[in-house]
């Protein structure tokens, strides 16, 4: 959306330290707004959401909240506050006009009694930010080593600071990470709040973000190639073939490691794979090259859960990792439309660009849906070895059966409210109602419809027995 990423920290880096001052900014601003219309941006207000006017937030200051020293970030049990301090009032507009940039905005950050000066933000997202309009709460990316230091916050570099679009639970990336992370690696996730030049900006979800951190935690070294699958209707990141030439792929997979003929040519290899291998050979070929249980799991958890943004149904958002031994791991990257009933982006019968008929899914999302979709042959691949396609159904089942029951899921959720419930209802910069979050994480199983759809408790127990309606004994325990 809007285009390729403008990029001006080269062009306007006077002193060369990789950053720009604010005297720097100044001048990299102007040109972000003299050059945005060339590039067919929407501008920095965004759609707006038709939502009334924001209304100011409680004023607040560290001293007023506990500290988690000692907590690990992504503790669910604790909501910390992060304070943001700008130097200037006007940092919200200087965020949106560097939105399609390479410029982060520094900001000093405190929290848990301790302050890093210099963090790096931008606005982040693409939905999430065009349709939220200014005043209301967008999603931030925080830089924490962004002042030229190897600072860190509780050993984490970068935060994906998320504003829920479409989700009035605030729950679905918490939940979608919970159930995937025993399975494969996925990103963490909880609640943060955040106060900006001291006004609260209310409830934020805290992801983890998929980098050189993430990599060694989870696969014990960083080493190899990493590309980010951006999402986009019809965005055509679904391993397929596109011919020998690297361009076709630049423009749907971006490189986030240093730029390598070689990496390209082995995911170009990794393509033909799929494109030129009889099924009856397809696993042998591409084991060597392919972890092909962590795919499956990948493949059976973003359509137990009915991903609406996943790959079953736009082939895109999600991250590739290439490890130093030549393996391609599949990592989730999206995780914030699960347990949707339609789906925010769109009614259930489509979505723009998408393919007829697809939609954003439901309760009743079939296992199997895209197996003969060419576009998509990380599925209509590996689904179509019935070995493998067995083996997926089992995970599917296994997701259902135990960690989809209630008595599992329930108290993660009902956790998740006592936390967040005092701030969400304090939060006058949300994008949903105070009467839709309570909706939405109703205990009530048979919740009425709201913005989104029907209660977390609804969705789930409807998917549950959708998925196991052949086992009925199943979905009574």
């Known amino acids: 959306m809007g285009g390729p ?7 306007f880096d006077a002193d060369g330290d990789g950053r720009l001052d604010r005297e720097e900014r100044t001048l990299a601003r102007k040109a972000a707004q003299e050059e945005r219309p060339a590039r067919g941006g929407r501008g920095p207000g965004g759609f707006g959401g038709g939502r009334p006017p924001a209304e100011p937030g409680p004023r607040m200051t560290p001293a007023d909240v506990k500290a988690y020293p000692d907590a690990d970030l992504y503790d ?18 200087e965020l949106a006009d560097f939105r399609p940039t390479d410029v982060d905005v520094p900001a000093k950050l405190t929290v848990d009694d301790r302050t890093v000066d210099g963090v790096g933000v931008h606005f982040r997202g693409a939905s999430s930010y065009f349709m939220v309009g200014e005043g209301h709460k967008r999603s931030l990316n925080l830089a924490i080593d962004h002042g030229g230091t190897n600072a860190d916050l509780h050993g984490y570099r ?12 605030m729950m679905s990336s918490v939940l979608y990470s919970h159930i995937a992370r025993p399975h494969i690696p996925a990103p963490k996730a909880n609640f943060v709040r955040v106060v900006i030049n001291g006004e609260c900006w209310g409830v934020y979800v805290n992801v983890q973000q998929a980098n050189k951190d993430f990599l060694k935690e989870c696969y014990g070294s960083a080493k190899g190639n990493r590309w980010k699958v951006k999402g986009r209707p ?8 596109f011919g020998a030439e690297t361009e076709p792929y630049r423009g749907i997979f971006e490189l986030k490691t240093k730029e390598n003929d070689a990496a390209w040519q082995d995911l170009i290899a990794l393509c033909r794979i799929f494109d030129e291998t009889p099924l009856g050979k397809l696993e042998e070929k591409v084991r060597p090259v392919l972890d092909v249980d962590e795919a499956l799991w990948f493949l059976a958890i973003d359509n137990a859960l009915v991903n609406s943004d996943g790959y079953w149904t736009r082939a895109s958002d999600y991250t590739l990792f290439e490890d130093a031994e030549g393996v391609f791991h599949v990592i989730p990257h999206d995780m914030n439309e699960c347990f949707v009933a339609g789906g925010p982006g769109g009614p259930p019968g489509g979505f723009p660009g998408g393919p007829p008929g697809m ?10 849906v895209a197996l003969d979709d060419g576009g998509k042959p990380l599925r209509s691949g590996l689904l179509g070895v019935p070995r493998l396609r067995d083996q997926y159904l089992d995970h599917i089942r296994m997701i259902a059966r135990d960690q989809l029951a209630w008595e599992s ?16 209802r304090e939060d006058t910069r949300k994008l949903a109602s105070t009467e839709a979050f309570e909706a939405a994480t109703s205990f009530t199983p048979t919740a009425e419809e ?8 609804d969705f789930i127990e409807r ?3 959708f998925l196991l309606r052949d086992d009925p004994a199943a979905v009574s325990r």
């Open 5 to 11: 990423e403008l990029k001006l920290v080269e062009r």
């Open 76 to 93: 669910l049990t604790v909501l910390r506050t992060l304070f943001l301090e700008f130097d200037s009032d006007d940092w919200e507009k």
């Open 158 to 169: 970068t935060l994906n600071l998320l504003n829920a679009n479409g989700d009035p639970s």
């Open 234 to 241: 019809g965005g055509r990141g679904g391993l397929e073939y």
């Open 359 to 368: 939609g954003h899914g439901g309760p009743d999302l079939d296992p199997l």
């Open 409 to 424: 899921i329930g108290p993660v959720i009902e956790q998740c409210r006592e936390l967040i419930d005092d701030a969400v």
């Open 450 to 457: 709201g913005e989104r759809g029907v209660s977390l408790r």
């Open 463 to 465: 998917r549950r027995a």
